[in-house]
């Protein structure tokens, strides 16, 4: 028997769940797709006096679509299911294409969006691109719900502003504007392993110069990073080389990576530059191809 | 509710009931419990592949589950491939491809291409690659498995529609 011996709850529903996380606070563990949190047990570096399953709880699992164009993600929703769903790539290209780049597969078919949001794993996508989108956090707790940004949900190295009695229940992507240009890319020794360094980045055009931007690297620190003094460089500028460049050099300057077998923290902030350069590029050329 | 739960579950069309402690993976729980010791342990933290087997169509790692997660679903595992002495065309392409030598990797590599043949019957060979890409094998080199999966293809994904309607974006 691999993991920690725990008692295991499975609730129906939602409020069943909550009770359970406000009963046991600090030993309670949420279980959602397990593929963080099973081989943690089994490696015993997590040992949860209690589990507390969401995988039978009903309606954490729909994509909904808001009045505004904006998505509504049910926590529990697959990370396959996004990647299945055609009409969500029209209406988020940049979430349809990071998805892809999590794992493999098989880990995607029982993988879920609020797992891998909440497991704050610094080298993951999602966290990187839910900042990115501007994205809210809806947490679930017996007093209620709250509603917390992306940005401010992550505090640090696998530190989230999610309390032990609260459970994300539902993410709010604001609506995709028309004509966004965007990327997202990373590296990573083989297919499907942990980002040393990506980037999930937007610009909105005004013309021929950026109107918006947001980018936000993954891998690169302790938390998803967003690098706005490369976004305000951005701001009324063209997409072209010179631009790219000053962006890179802009990120490679504000990363603070640190060192760890994967790479070292000069590697790290000379990829995070290079990456980002060359997703604008791939942005820039998407709206050539547009136009 | 507790440490131990009555667990049902139907494994390669057979149904079974067993009191199982809540901890135990699947993985272990096929393997110990019972006897289906095809589905192989390598990493049991998620990397390797070998432990792969089909839970309600998909392909799971089931060292990444804990039994009591299964119940009520229908698993398929490499055991439940051939018919009898009859074996089923991925494992006829793999024997005939070379697609295995030591065979430790073999049964996760099975599970998954028969789940990723399903759902993608006419895969091109980059398809291929990407489906495996979550299963290691440290004898064989890749390129038989592919040839392999390749080969098998029109026989376990059936009749799909023609390859053009799928990539001008239809269902």
């Known amino acids: ?291 | 509710m507790s440490t131990k739960s009555i667990l049902n579950l139907t494994v390669n069309g057979k149904a079974y009931e067993k009191l199982v402690e809540v901890r135990m993976t699947l993985a272990d729980f096929l393997r110990n419990e019972l006897d289906l010791t095809g589905t192989h342990l390598g990493c049991e933290h998620g990397v390797c592949g070998a432990c792969t087997v089909i839970m309600n169509g998909e392909a799971v790692r089931s060292c990444l589950l804990l039994a009591v997660q299964a119940e009520g679903a229908t698993l398929e595992t490499v055991e439940g491939l051939a018919d009898g002495d009859q074996l089923h065309p991925l494992q006829a392409a793999f024997q005939d491809r070379h697609a295995l030598q030591c065979g430790f990797c073999t049964p996760g590599f099975l599970m998954t291409a028969s789940a990723f043949l399903k759902e993608n019957p006419q895969p091109t060979d980059a398809e291929i690659r990407q489906a495996i890409s979550g299963n290691i094998c440290r004898c064989t080199g890749y390129q038989p498995i592919i040839e392999a999966i390749a080969q098998a293809a029109p026989e376990v994904g059936g009749s799909p529609p023609p390859r053009h309607s799928r990539e001008s974006g239809n269902p």
Request: proline share 4%.
């Open chain 1, 1 to 291: 028997m691999k993991p920690a011996p725990f008692t295991y709850y499975c609730p129906d529903t939602l409020d069943e769940a909550v009770r359970l996380l406000h009963e046991h606070g600090d030993d309670g563990k949420i279980l959602a797709g397990g593929q963080s949190l099973m081989p943690l047990m089994s490696l015993r570096l997590a040992r949860p006096a209690v589990i507390v399953d969401m995988n039978r709880v009903p309606g954490l699992d729909r994509i909904a679509v808001n009045g505004d164009g904006g998505l509504s993600i049910g926590a529990m929703t697959r990370q396959r299911a996004i990647e299945r769903d055609a009409a969500l790539a029209e209406r988020n290209p940049l979430l349809a294409a990071a998805v892809p780049l999590i794992g493999h597969f098989q880990i995607r078919n029982r993988g879920t969006v609020g797992g891998s949001l909440v497991h704050a794993d610094p080298a993951s996508e999602l966290p990187a691109v839910s900042v990115t989108l501007g994205a809210d956090f809806v947490l679930a707790s017996a007093a209620g719900e709250r509603v917390v940004s992306a940005e401010d949900f992550y505090l640090g190295y696998m530190a989230t502003a999610c309390e032990a009695n609260e459970v994300l229940t539902e993410v709010r992507v604001p609506a995709w504007k028309a004509g966004r240009l965007w990327a997202i890319d990373e590296v990573a020794r083989r297919k499907g392993d942990f980002a040393m360094a990506g980037v999930a980045l937007w610009v909105d055009m005004d013309g021929g110069a950026c109107a918006d931007a947001r980018i936000t690297l993954f891998g690169v620190g302790g938390k998803p990073v967003r690098v706005e003094k490369a976004e305000q460089h951005l701001k009324g500028a063209a997409l072209d080389d010179a631009t790219l460049k000053e962006v890179e050099r802009i990120v490679f300057e504000e990363l603070e990576p640190d060192s760890d077998i994967h790479a070292s923290a000069l590697y790290r902030k000379e990829v995070g530059g290079v990456l980002t350069r060359r997703a604008l590029g791939a942005a820039a050329a998407r709206g050539t191809e547009a136009a």
